[in-house]
């Protein structure tokens, strides 16, 4: 069965407090199947006015804080299917300007006009486990737009290929690309990646793949590589975290108010592949009990 992007607790969605989880499971790349639909977003008079007005004042924003932004093309998640050994993802065209005009900054609009109208790029992170034992993370840096100053995974969002004639987008080389633009690790060096699930953070509702994947370099190695990155400015600093059990769930804890919603997922979905259903379900309770 195809699902479009759920509203809130259909479809055998879970409410997991900052963020809702609509798939999970172990894809590894030839188990996530893409295809692309040209079919646009639905829409009307009304919301193209308040997606041009955001627009308008996102642009002001960034003029007056030296910040430079753009309409890059990006990709609409239309609706996904899932089993027990593959991940089917239809996606279409949208533009950056939608998104912001839609999940970044009115997404209450799905309320009154709809789900259909929502841009819903397809975004992509993935927690970065080192071979010395540890997951990164990045502290965002304070021009960016959304979660400026917060912690959150390394990853970015779907574009389509710049040949429009070229096979369709591929999110596993999507967040690979992330992982070079933004630590400057090179793709050669991804030991193993596996795609954990897909979720939504609560206040955007913007779905997000969320990745585990492992780099043949130690964190030293990647925090001197990632001051040199294309993208190094959206991150202020590199966040480690611990990659055990008990670690990662007192991380959470201590720093609950700093973690976007998709960090929060990402650090749970890698703790679910590592150490089981056991501890997800002991560190969603505990953290429910104690925040």
């Not at 890059?72 to 050994?85: A, F, H, P, Q, T």
């Amino acid at each position: 069965m195809d699902h479009q992007p759920p509203e809130l607790g259909f479809n055998g969605t879970r409410d997991c407090g900052t963020f809702f989880l609509d798939v999970m499971d172990q894809y590894a790349p030839e188990n996530v199947q893409v295809t692309w639909s040209d079919r646009p977003r639905v829409t009307n008079d009304s919301v193209e006015e308040l997606i041009e007005t955001s627009w308008s004042e996102q642009i002001q924003r960034a003029e007056s804080s030296g910040v430079k932004i753009f309409n890059g093309e990006l990709c609409r998640l239309i609706s996904y299917r899932c089993d027990n050994e593959h991940l089917n993802l239809s996606l279409g065209p949208v533009s950056f300007k939608e998104f912001i005009g839609t999940n970044a900054t009115q997404a209450y609009i799905r309320h009154l006009h709809g789900a259909e109208v929502m841009a819903n790029p397809l975004g992509v992170s993935a927690a970065v486990c080192t071979n010395d034992g540890l997951i990164v993370l990045g502290m965002r840096s304070k021009n960016m737009i959304q979660y400026a100053g917060r912690i959150h995974p390394v990853g970015g969002t779907v574009e389509p290929p710049k040949d429009h004639t070229a096979a369709c987008p591929d999110p596993f080389k999507a967040i690979i690309d992330e992982l070079h633009e933004e630590t400057a690790v090179p793709p050669e060096n991804v030991s193993s990646i596996l795609c954990l699930g897909l979720v939504r953070d609560r206040n955007t509702v913007q779905p997000e793949l969320i990745f585990d994947l492992h780099v043949d370099c130690d964190v030293v190695s990647l925090f001197a590589s990632a001051a040199t990155a294309i993208d190094a400015a959206e991150h202020s600093s590199m966040v480690p975290v611990r990659d055990h059990p008990g670690a990662v769930v007192s991380f959470m804890e201590q720093h609950f108010s700093q973690l976007t919603p998709v960090a929060l997922a990402t650090l749970l979905l890698h703790g679910l592949k590592a150490w089981g259903s056991g501890w997800f379900a002991t560190a969603r309770g505990y953290l429910r009990s104690v925040i």
